[in-house]
Every structure is written in C-alpha cells, then in structure tokens.
C-alpha cells in the first residue's frame, strides 16, 4: 500500500509527462504542417463520367512489326478436368497495345517498372489526323498539326500523353495493319520526327501514344521519335485502338502497365476517363 506522499509523488509524475507529451505532440504537429509535399505526387483531380476502352484485344494473331507471331497461349489446365482453368502465355514485351519503356531506346533509362505511377495517369491530348490518313498511308503528325491543335484547344496541359488518331486502329485484324508493299517496306502513319522534338522542347509532357504498330511511320529507318523521345525519359504506347471515341481534351488517359523488373515494355491495359 502507497503512503500519500508516494500518491503525490507519483501524480506529479503523471502531471509532468502529460505536459511533456503535449509538448511533443504540438511540435510534431507543427513539424508535420511544415514540412514539404513530396515532389512526386501530382495533384490530378480526375472527374469520369464514362470509360473509354483504348486497347486491343490481343491474340496469336495480332499484327507485329516483325510480321511473326508474337504470342503463344498453351492451356495448362482446365476446369473440366481439374477444377480450375490457367494458361501459360510466351509472348514478346512489344505485342499487341504495349508501352515503349525509356530503356527500350536507351543505354541507361527507365525500365516499365520503374516508370513512376503518377506518370501513368495523364492528362490526354488527342490530334487528329485521320482524314488526311484515309488518301495517304504515310503521313505523319507534324508539328503544324501539334500548332492547329494548340490553337483550338489552348496550351499542351503538363504532365500529358499527346495521342496521334490516324483511324489506322479498324485495320487491326487485316493485313493493311502493316500495309507492307512486295519489298517488305510498311507503310502507315506515325508521328513525325520534328514533332518529338517539338513535344520536348515545347511541351511538358510524359508520353506519347500511336494507334499504328510504331511511334514512327512505317517507312521509317532511323526511327527519330523512337530516338528523341525514349532516352529523354518518355514512354510510348503503341496499337492504341478508339482514339475516335476520345474527345481532343478533357480526357485523363490510365496506362495499365505490367510491371514486371527489367522489362522493356510489355503488354498494357489503356483507359480514358471522360
């Protein structure tokens, strides 16, 4: 049993660290309110009303670059026989809608996994060249078109994806996909080299989408947007499909990456949030 004097002694205690604890609450407080935002974390506010579905179904029969086959699916088990279903899949990174990683084109970039996740969520700009596509499969998105666009729409919102919609996405399940000639040489649409270099000099932005099998034109050898783009840090997305349901701004576009170590792009599930 305490005496009253060790009551008094242990209340004063207790008064003691209560203060004590306020005390550092209140600094901590105080601290907290302080200190920085991470410089990471974009502010992006996004208001969807509906979902626009940017991507292909992908098969062992989709179109590629190379022209083979770049998927195999093997069925492992089934849910007749085993009670459960699952596949195995070998497939190239760069098949189907995929994204371009910065290590894609570069000694040293980032890697798809490395790409920040407040990169994949952007504000999207969507130029349209489609009309001048239909009488030339090898034209390309210049930067007069990025000027007509600035023109009618206001400034490139930072932070975007600007998205070249050349329609080329209805020939997805035909041959006029690649529209490869008898040399070999394809020929369908892209963005033009001069138009990378005006994205990064002018613009504040993160990537770039194609609805064609390439950022570059399919005639194109030196693959300049590939080049100037990619090593810059910007990722790419290639075989977007339903450009043409995406209003040319106010859309956010979400770039599903797979985020497997090392990868240099891989298959990709793209939305558009309007």
């Not at 998105?141 to 919102?157: E, F, Q, R, S, V």
């Not at 008898?182 to 609805?211: N, Q, R, T, Y």
């Not at 810059?232 to 990456?257: C, D, F, H, Q, R």
Request: a negative charge.
């Amino acid at each position: 049993m305490c005496a009253p004097e060790c009551f008094d002694a242990v209340a004063r205690e207790l008064d003691r660290r209560s203060l004590l604890k306020g005390a550092l609450a209140g600094g901590v407080a105080i601290a907290a309110a302080a200190a920085p935002k991470p410089a990471s974390a974009r502010q992006m506010p996004v208001i969807a009303n509906r979902v626009v579905d940017l991507t292909h179904t992908l098969s062992p029969e989709f179109p590629t670059y190379g022209g083979g086959k770049q998927l195999e699916i093997e069925t492992l088990k089934t849910f007749e026989k085993d009670g459960y279903n699952t596949k195995k899949w070998t497939l190239s990174e760069h098949t189907g809608t995929h994204i371009d990683a910065p290590i894609h084109f570069s000694a040293s970039g980032a890697s798809a996994d490395e790409i920040p996740a407040d990169q994949l969520v952007a504000p999207l700009v969507m130029i349209d060249i489609r009309e001048r596509a239909d009488g030339d499969a090898n034209t390309t998105l210049t930067p007069d078109d990025i000027k007509a666009w600035i023109k009618a729409n206001g400034p490139i919102p930072p932070g975007a994806c600007v998205a070249m919609n050349s329609g080329w996405d209805r020939h997805a399940t035909s041959a006029k996909f690649r529209n490869a000639d008898d040399k070999g040489v394809m020929h369908f649409p892209g963005f033009h080299g001069e138009s990378a270099k005006m994205l990064l000099e002018e613009a504040d932005i993160v990537g770039i989408a194609s609805d064609t099998i390439s950022l570059d034109q399919g005639q194109s050898k030196d693959f300049a947007c590939h080049v100037s783009l990619l090593p810059a840090g910007k990722w790419g997305l290639e075989n977007v499909a339903n450009l043409s349901a995406v209003s040319p701004k106010g859309a956010t576009i979400v770039v599903g990456v797979t985020k497997i170590k090392g990868a240099t792009g891989g298959p990709t599930r793209v939305m558009a949030l309007m």
